[in-house]
Nanobody, 117 residues
Framework: QVQLVESGGGLVQPGGSLRLSCAVSRSIFSSAVMGWYRQAPGNERELVAQITPVGTTNYADSVKGRFGISGDNAKNTVYLQMNNLKPEDTAIYYC???????????WGQGTQVTVSS
């Protein structure tokens, strides 16, 4: 059973930065697309960023140039560096893994990010 555990959320002022971490219980980066999603109250869950096994990244237009996704194979951890945060970035952020061979998808429990002065 693979588990994803997010951390790093919190309260930050507009213009500030946070780094979210997603710890994976075992090595899966070679077989899964890792992603970060977010869901704000009243909104659907949306893709923020994802990284493929070969390192290709993809970002939502709303975060391009401000957020960066990366993975550390040695630590089985995926990061989301968030810079120049805006109030509209406020949401629960979820880590996601989608296994390429099976299509199986797993989710973490989420971490709250609040951007407010």
């Amino acid at each position: 059973q693979v588990q994803l555990v997010e951390s790093g959320g919190g309260l930050v002022q507009p213009g500030g930065s946070l780094r979210l971490s997603c710890a994976v219980s075992r090595s899966i980066f070679s077989s899964a697309v890792m992603g970060w999603y977010r869901q704000a109250p009243g909104n659907e869950r949306e893709l923020v960023a994802q990284i493929t096994p070969v390192g290709t990244t993809n970002y939502a237009d709303s975060v391009k140039g401000r957020f960066g996704i990366s993975g550390d194979n040695a630590k089985n951890t995926v990061y989301l560096q968030m810079n120049n945060l805006k109030p509209e970035d406020t949401a629960i952020y979820y880590c996601n893994a989608r296994f390429l061979a099976t299509g199986w998808v797993i989710w973490g429990q989420g971490t709250q990010v609040t951007v407010s002065s």
